[in-house]
């Protein structure tokens, strides 16, 4: 059974980042993260029946849009990736792959008990309880479904996180690569890898540290096969003369 341990904590919201001596970067940066703040592109990605309610937190009545928040239908132009109630082992793939086509900045909010720690199905052999384990998770909006006053104000709580600058897990699956790959592969085999490479964009937005390489990226090697282009033919037979 989940120990009282695994079961995670409300924890008081992290500091706010330290601020560098020029006030111009200084009223830049928040200029920024206002804009950012307010204009978030969801992905909901409906994996459990607390997807039910977010039509209702879309549409006119409690609508979400009044707080700069619209759904969106690709990874790509998306900012937030909303998991929606339990995860089954094959449907946490798909969410990783999303999770990783996405751009940065982006955040990962779980909706529903059964992210938090599994809710009614923690005894099941099919589900992934503990979403944190697999993504960097920014919040968590618990409820077995949650209303939709509860999704609009976890939306405003990391809308407000985002403007604050406290909201920035993403970074920690960068920094801790190897930990989050490490979860990945205890659950669907040491052969699992996806397309992304993580390690590079790491580098990129300068995040790579100690932790983001280790034992279970460095079974990576032993399997990393190169992107095969997709082969596409059509075998169309020999059109006949018609009559
Ligand atoms: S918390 Fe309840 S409503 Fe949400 S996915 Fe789990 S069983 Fe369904």
């Known amino acids: 059974m989940t120990s009282l341990s695994d079961i995670p904590v409300i924890q008081t919201p992290p500091e706010a980042p330290a601020r560098g001596g020029n006030p111009l970067a200084n009223v830049f940066d928040d200029f920024i993260r206002y804009c950012r703040s307010r204009s978030l592109f969801m992905l909901h990605y409906c994996t459990g029946c607390g997807a039910i309610e977010l039509p209702p937190a879309m549409t006119s009545r409690f609508d979400m849009e009044r707080i700069g928040i619209q759904p969106m239908v690709t990874p790509r132009q998306a900012d937030i990736l909303l998991v929606t109630g339990y995860v089954s082992v094959k449907t946490l793939k798909r969410i990783i792959l999303t999770y990783e086509q996405m751009a940065s900045p982006k955040y990962v909010i779980g ?90 964009e790491a580098k990129h937005y300068g995040l790579f540290g100690p932790d983001t390489l280790g034992e279970h990226t460095r079974r990576l090697e032993d399997h990393r096969k190169p992107l095969e282009p997709l082969r596409m033919t059509l075998n169309a037979g020999r059109l006949e003369h018609m009559e």
């Not at 008990?113 to 697999?134: E, F, I, P």
């Not at 709580?157 to 920035?168: K, M, P, Q, V, W």
């Open 111 to 200: 909706i529903c008990s059964c992210t938090v720690n599994g809710g009614m199905y923690w005894q099941s052999y099919a589900t992934a309880k503990k979403l944190n384990d697999y993504l960097p998770v920014d919040l968590y909006i618990a409820g077995c479904m949650p209303r939709p006053e509860a999704v609009i104000e976890g939306l405003k709580a990391l809308r407000d996180n985002i403007e604050a600058g406290t909201s920035d897990n993403w970074k920690d699956y960068y920094q801790r690569y190897d930990h989050y790959l490490g979860n990945q592969q205890r659950l669907f085999g040491a052969d699992w890898q996806t397309p992304t490479e993580v390690i590079a």
